[in-house]
């Protein structure tokens, strides 16, 4: 699929996140490559990163000409700092995976509301604000359902992956939709088909991990962070979103906004954001980015401010319009045009910054190192002492890999996962 994003690099439109991010790299890296030739380094350290044989070279005890050129006028450089460029250069060539599930419902419990009024409520935003994070066609379009699909009986999970590329830097951006959530009937427990989903991943990631003959890279289909759509009451927040959120919030990184911001007056919108804020708080829900892993003071600071914020009050939209000659992604109304990326009009822009300008690798940390690390811990101590008897630990006599457990579902799941996954 060729993505906004591949064609915004190409084109003349505005820098988006990932390649504003690169273009400093570069810029830095280029400050460092000029720095190093001026303390006399050459070329041959900025070009240690190209391959073995290359860095090879300078580390290479030379001929004394070079050793003394090297150490010109810094003796004491010895080129740690190039691993930056190499590491740059490898997540290049790598591309990274990053998967976002979105979540949340409008509640059509009222008998009064007839299928009508349902079909104008059809959703929360959500597609919409996947393809106006991305700037792409990411999230399926909505179709209109036919009148018996209308109200989902049971919870489907959709998973759309979606290669990614701007300015040379590659992301498979995964978006696992969840329509039918809290659309039953009987909405109790309506939270675990979203929580098994989950679980499997990081079954399924597991399994590869303790698989003798293992894949050089893992594929990566945890869930890094889950987006909940608040509806726009104005009121509270309703059991089933206090319910979920304090569930998932220990499996998964859940980032809360407020849906359709644009239907809050300023004041409304602060007002049901402090007491979203209360809510969670007294409920025990912590959600991205959690304090408690903060991981130094710079960044307690900077995460104070966020958690100040949220849930950020989002409006969404895919449509472009022309506004003092600049292209914008916005809602056009009677009285004016809500330009979606304009923090002046909603908190957007917020949202899109702490997804993916500042905070994407570390919402990919600490789905690695704490929500995954504690699925695991509990499944190892779980099959403790049968660990041996886990079929993807034992070679075949013939000395072909084990198969995949078949009692364990995670593995299916991923595969039907990864078949869903690119049904576009
Ligand atoms: N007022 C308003 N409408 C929105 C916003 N985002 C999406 N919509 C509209 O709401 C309807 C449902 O959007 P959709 O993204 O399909 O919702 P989903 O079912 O949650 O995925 C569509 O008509 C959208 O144009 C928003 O921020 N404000
Ligand atoms: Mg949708």
């Known amino acids: 699929m060729e993505s906004a994003l591949a064609e915004e690099s190409r084109g003349s439109t505005p820098a988006s996140p990932a390649g504003a991010v690169i273009e400093r790299e570069e810029e830095t890296c280029e400050r460092k490559r000029e720095e190093q030739e001026r303390k006399g380094l050459g070329s041959e350290v900025s070009l240690s990163h190209s391959n073995m044989s290359e860095s090879a070279k300078v580390h290479h005890p030379g001929p004394p000409v070079k050793a003394e050129k090297t150490h010109g006028s810094d003796f004491s450089y010895v080129g740690i700092d ?13 591309g990274f995976e990053f998967n976002i599930m979105i979540v949340g419902y409008v509640d059509w419990s009222g008998s009064h509301k007839t299928l009508q009024w349902r079909k104008r409520q059809s959703g929360l935003g959500k ?18 359902p ?44 309506c939270w675990q088909p979203i929580m098994k989903f989950i679980n499997d991943q ?57 849906a359709k911001a644009d ?51 989002v409006v969404g939209s895919d449509q472009e319009y022309q506004v003092n000659g600049k292209r914008i992604l916005g809602r056009k109304t009677k009285w004016g045009t809500i330009e979606v990326e304009n923090i002046a009009h909603c908190e957007f822009a917020y949202l899109r910054d702490l997804l993916i300008r500042t905070h994407m690798q570390n919402i990919k940390d600490i789905t690695g190192s704490i929500h995954y690390e504690t699925y695991r811990v509990r499944r190892l101590n779980e099959s403790n002492g049968h660990f041996t008897s886990l079929p993807a630990v034992e070679p075949k006599t013939n000395g072909l890999p084990a ?22």
């Open 263 to 313: 239907t809050l007056t300023l004041e409304e919108r602060d007002d049901f954001k402090q007491t979203i804020r209360e809510e969670l708080r007294a409920n025990g829900i912590d959600v991205y980015p959690q304090k408690e892993f903060d991981e130094d003071a710079e960044d307690r600071i900077i995460n104070d401010k966020i958690r100040e914020m949220i849930p950020f009050a």
């Open 403 to 424: 198969e995949q457990p078949a009692a364990l579902q995670a593995n299916g799941v991923a595969a039907q996962h990864g078949a869903l996954s690119h049904e576009m």
């Open 202 to 258: 990081y079954e399924a990631y597991l399994q590869e991990e303790i698989n003798i003959n293992r894949k050089k890279r893992i594929p990566d289909s945890r869930v890094h962070c889950c987006i909940y759509f608040i509806p726009p009451t104005g009121h509270c927040l309703r059991p089933l979103d206090v319910e979920f959120m304090r569930r998932l919030s220990k499996v998964v990184n859940i980032v809360p906004v407020i």
């Open 127 to 144: 597609s919409t604000l996947m393809n106006t994070l991305f700037k792409s066609k990411v999230s399926r379009k909505s179709v209109q």
């Open 82 to 94: 190039a691993i930056l460029e190499q590491m740059r250069r490898k997540a290049m060539k790598q």
């Open 146 to 189: 036919s009148p018996e699909e209308r109200i989902p009986k049971t919870i489907e999970i959709k998973s759309v992956s979606h290669d990614v590329e701007e300015k040379g830097v590659r992301m498979k951006l995964t978006v696992i939709d969840t329509p039918g959530f809290g659309d039953q009937i009987n909405n109790e427990n």
